[in-house]
């Protein structure tokens, strides 16, 4: 293929809204219909393919309709999965966020003082807890 017959394959990939084993299907049918073409026209440019198979997304659009209701269905409750798991993910990552920064308490500073006990005077006499126990 030449340089703007694989421009116009890669629009017309672009342009389809499919899952990979039809897109690779539908792809494969455009390669063949490509590589006819280039049988007759080796060199065509831009101009010329459109001419031939009209704007890339119309073209898309035709080999669309080969899909299967159950195959164009597929697809879209695969998107729509993917995108409410983006958004759970999303809305978990920004509720986190707000505990982090808002809502989970900062670490207390604890302070320890030492204290000693001293259990006699300089007289060598005993504390009162001592004398209560004779």
């Not at 393919?49 to 159950?70: C, K, N, R, V």
């Not at 409750?77 to 920064?101: C, P």
Request: proline share 4%.
């Amino acid at each position: 293929m030449n340089k703007a017959a694989t421009h116009f394959r890669r629009e017309v990939r672009r342009c389809l809204h499919c899952g990979r084993a039809a897109k690779r299907r539908l792809e494969e049918h455009l390669t063949g219909l490509l590589n006819a073409f280039l049988e007759e026209n080796p060199a065509p440019d831009r101009a010329a393919l459109e001419d031939a198979f009209g704007a890339p997304e119309e073209l898309a659009a035709t080999l669309m309709e080969e899909l299967t209701p159950q195959e164009r269905s597929q697809w879209k409750r695969q998107r729509l999965a993917v995108r409410v798991v983006l958004v759970a993910l999303a809305a978990l990552l920004a509720m986190f966020s707000v505990y982090t920064f808002f809502c989970k308490e900062r670490p207390v500073e604890l302070t320890t003082y030492e204290f000693s006990y001293i259990s006699g005077g300089t007289d060598g006499s005993t504390s009162p807890a001592d004398k209560s126990g004779e």
